[in-house]
């Protein structure tokens, strides 16, 4: 008989009868390959048997099941939904109890500003006529001078 018509794995789980686990027996014990595919699946029953027994589960949920989708009442539990709020009554309360503008505080405090530049601006002139007046008597009295020499 040739290898391929032993089925080691049905003889490592005691599933051969009497006299097919017999002829196997006599069969592995002349044929190295044979032997070595035996002890493979023997070490794989080892590993399997040292693993833990879990029941499966009876339902599968998925990530798209109503189960997961929040409430309507649960977004206000959400952070950015209570971040958003928080800036909202923020700007509410900012727009309501700042203090109102008073044009006339502003009219008055510009016409003080116009006023100050005016006034600058007046001296500035004064002060550059008084300085040309003072050059224009000093280059008459140098053409005078000059004339009578
Ligand atoms: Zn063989």
Redesign the pocket.
């Known amino acids: 008989m040739s290898?391929s018509n032993?089925d080691w794995n049905a003889y490592a789980l005691g599933e051969m009868t009497g006299a097919a686990r017999g002829e196997a027996e006599a069969?592995a014990a002349s044929?190295a390959?044979?032997r070595e595919e035996l002890a493979g699946t023997r070490l794989m029953l080892d590993a399997l048997s040292t693993l833990r027994e879990e029941e499966p589960p009876r339902r599968i949920a998925f990530v798209s099941d109503k189960v997961f989708e929040p409430r309507w009442w649960e977004i206000f539990r959400t952070p950015s939904f209570a971040g958003a709020l928080l800036i909202a009554m923020a700007i509410l309360v900012h727009a309501f109890a700042r203090p109102a503008v008073d044009q006339k505080e502003i009219q008055t405090v510009v016409a003080r500003a116009v006023a100050d530049v005016q006034a600058n601006y007046q001296k500035q002139l004064l002060a550059d006529y008084e300085e040309y007046q003072k050059q224009e008597r000093l280059n008459y009295m140098k053409n005078a001078r000059l004339v009578r020499q």
């Open positions: 290898c032993y069969h044929c390959a044979c």
